[in-house]
């Protein structure tokens, strides 16, 4: 086989096993079943926010796709490789309540997927996501009777959000 043939040839594999590994990272978000709010656009959990943040740095910090993690069919951004490691070991601890839909709408059974990121509560050593600021507030001042009501919907709203995923 000629030189000029060989590399060709492990070009050509070379871009193939490209596509097929694009194709098996891909497959990961085809899997994401809605439990976890990847916003309008983007795919991403929390629109790319670093959940860590919120309990090591307490606010909203942009994470990066440097330091990313598939968890639950979902990337996760993270600001840091040390917040990608805290994530990894304990994602239960740190991903917010509800999969990220805003915590008050979950209360009356519902989503919206809108959520800002600015408004977020850490109630009980949980994060919570709110689509504004002023309703976080008022969310986290009936903390007591919102999230026992919340918790009690949250099965219901994410069996809808895997029906409508696929529908």
Known sequence: MST???SRLVRNLGAAALVAAAAV???GSAWADGSVNTGYFGGVAIM???TVAY???GKA???SE???YEWLGTPWHFASKKHQEMFMSEPVKYAPQYGGYCAGEVVGGGVTINVDPEAFKIIDGKLYLVYDVGNADSFAARAD????KADANW???VANLKLDKYH
Do not use: L, R
Not at 145 to 148: A, C, D, F, S
């Open 155 to 157: 099965p219901k709203v």
């Open 48 to 50: 790319g926010y670093d």
């Open 61 to 63: 910090v942009k994470g």
């Open 25 to 27: 990272a891909g497959a």
């Open 66 to 68: 440097e330091f990313t």
């Open 55 to 57: 309990f090591t740095d």
């Open 145 to 148: 009777e919102e999230i026992p």
């Open 4 to 6: 000029m043939i060989k």
